[in-house]
């Protein structure tokens, strides 16, 4: 379809006024779409929290199978957001979509309690991520559709501060949960499919996306035709956000940079609370910050944060420096993911918006996917350290392409 919908949010020029009256701006959409995504959270980090422990002294896990499974699964749900993406668009529904994605996400929770071997939690963790490939694009894309771009980075921003709150909640019930019973993983799992259905049933009820425009054509969004009106500014959004990814590995090897370091077993979570309180206090105002100030500044900002974290990750695994590291991390993501988001749809045509999330992720799933297997190969061989010296590497990699592009 070659039409906006006709009652999607309009694309407002006026100039951005206080971040309180960015807020009144914000659609009641965007809100209840971020407490779904708070809900979902809470469901999967209870589990994903604790999986890399429960695979290593549960199932019996190699590090290397952990970065498989984290990198495969992870891949999985990108790559499947190019095929969700494209069919929101040429459906002109993002809604169904997201639905489904989080309904098998929440399906996918009690695999995980009833695992006894890594092939169970890789059928898990491969559904759960296929439902999160599946709702993603259209999610993003419906955001777009409903927010004015005078706050589109605002509502990106909120979105995924409430996110982000799910993302530390869930690891404090983990660990609250793992003292009250004595480290019963499966318990814990269990628990993690409540707040997953109240998340479907949250976006069923609160969430209307705009009509499409009566009359408008299915156009075919992955055709030749098509993606040549994906830009230039966009495919180097592409770039620059599969480059970010093979710097910034999977999270699991942030908690496992804890374990190593003596951090006892129930309280490993503590690690993903401390980076996604920094995550969540930074994601909106920064967001709102992007709609006002040069997308290339904050996206030099973001790369430093995560080679500043990295770097202090490989210095040594002691409480105060691995806490250190994993706050730099959270900063890191609080600058980039919603930037990335809205310079996304800021550079693609609105009927393309769900392809075009496909797309940016397809790219950054391949590369998160060699970045999780060689995160663990060098663990394995080489140790913790080089796994972050590697990433920091990768960074910087990064930050002297997009330097070259400013400098171009």
Do not use: C
């Amino acid at each position: 379809m070659n039409a906006k919908p006709s009652s999607s949010a309009p694309e407002s020029s006026a100039a951005p006024a206080s971040a309180r009256t960015a807020r009144a701006q914000i659609p009641r959409g965007i809100w209840v779409l971020g407490f779904v995504s708070l809900l979902m959270d809470v469901s999967s980090e209870l589990i994903h929290s604790l999986l890399p422990v429960f695979m290593v002294t549960v199932v019996g896990a190699s590090v290397l199978t952990i970065g498989l499974i984290e990198g495969a699964a992870e891949a999985t749900a990108l790559i499947v957001k190019v095929f969700s993406g494209a069919l929101s668009d040429w459906w002109g529904r993002r809604k169904p979509l997201a639905v489904f994605g989080y309904g098998l996400g929440a399906l996918s929770k009690p695999l995980f309690a009833i695992a006894t071997g890594a092939t169970t939690v890789f059928a898990a963790r491969f559904i759960d991520r296929i439902g999160k490939g599946i709702r993603g694009a259209p999610r993003d894309a419906l955001i777009a559709d409903l927010t004015p771009s005078a706050v589109r980075g605002a509502a990106f921003g909120l979105r995924q501060s409430l996110d982000t709150v799910g993302a530390f909640v869930g690891p404090l019930l983990a660990i609250g949960l793992m003292i009250l019973w004595a480290n019963d993983f499966r318990a814990v799992f269990w628990v993690a499919a409540i707040p997953g259905f109240l998340a479907v049933a949250l976006l069923v009820a609160g969430v209307r996306e705009p009509a499409r425009a009566a009359g408008a054509p299915r156009v075919n969004p992955v055709s030749v035709t098509s993606l040549r009106r994906l830009s230039r500014p966009y495919w180097w959004v592409v770039g620059i956000g599969a480059a970010f990814t093979l710097a910034r590995f999977s999270e699991a090897f942030l908690i496992l940079r804890a374990l190593e370091g003596g951090v006892p077993i129930a309280l490993t979570p503590l690690v993903l609370i401390a980076m996604n309180v920094v995550y969540a206090l930074s994601a909106y105002p920064l967001g709102w910050l992007s709609d006002r100030v040069s997308h290339a500044r904050l996206l030099v900002l973001g790369i430093a944060l995560l080679i500043a974290s990295n770097l202090v990750l490989a210095s040594g695994n002691d409480w105060v420096t691995v806490w250190l590291g994993v706050s730099l991390w959270g900063l890191h993501m609080g600058a980039t993911q919603g930037l990335l988001a809205t310079m996304v749809a800021n550079t693609a045509p609105a009927d393309l918006r769900g392809t075009a999330y496909g797309f940016f992720n397809l790219l950054s799933g391949i590369a998160l996917l060699f970045a999780s297997v060689i995160a663990g190969l060098l663990w394995d061989q080489l140790g913790a350290e080089f796994t972050f010296l590697a990433g920091a590497g990768f960074a910087v990699l990064a930050l002297a392409g997009l330097m070259a592009r400013g400098r171009g």
